[in-house]
């Protein structure tokens, strides 16, 4: 069993950057496909990006493309997500996440995944 705990969240200032960091632990997340999700008060868990078990291909939410970069560590067992010109619709708190299967891109949807951390908060100011 895998266990996700996400850091780096906080409050910043619209345009400033943050760095989120997701941990796995208990087993390797090297074979699968890591996703980064965000939920604001009152609204739905949405896809943000995710990251093949390789790290060769990566795939954005159109919200925020062009102003974050997820990326991975699999000697680490991390996985990371790079936040510029930070927004105040950014305002949400965010998850990492792990999908079902190996060696499988699916759909970017919350159903695909079945092993998420606590989140991290990060609210934006402007």
């Known amino acids: 069993q895998v266990q996700l705990v996400e850091s780096g969240g906080g409050l910043v200032q619209a345009g400033d950057s943050l760095r989120l960091s997701c941990a796995a632990s208990g087993r390797t997340v090297s074979t699968y496909t890591m996703g980064w999700f965000r939920q604001a008060p009152g609204k739905e868990r949405e896809f943000v990006a995710r990251?093949?078990?390789?790290?060769?291909?990566?795939y954005y939410a159109d919200s925020v493309k062009g102003r974050v970069t997820i990326s991975r560590d699999n000697a680490k067992n991390m996985v990371y997500l790079q936040m510029n010109s930070l927004k105040p619709e950014d305002t949400a708190n965010y998850y990492c996440a792990a999908e079902k299967r190996r060696y499988t891109i699916s759909s970017p949807t919350p159903g695909e995944y079945d092993t998420w951390g606590q989140g991290t908060q990060v609210t934006v100011s402007s």
């Open positions: 990251i093949s078990w390789t790290g060769g291909s990566t």
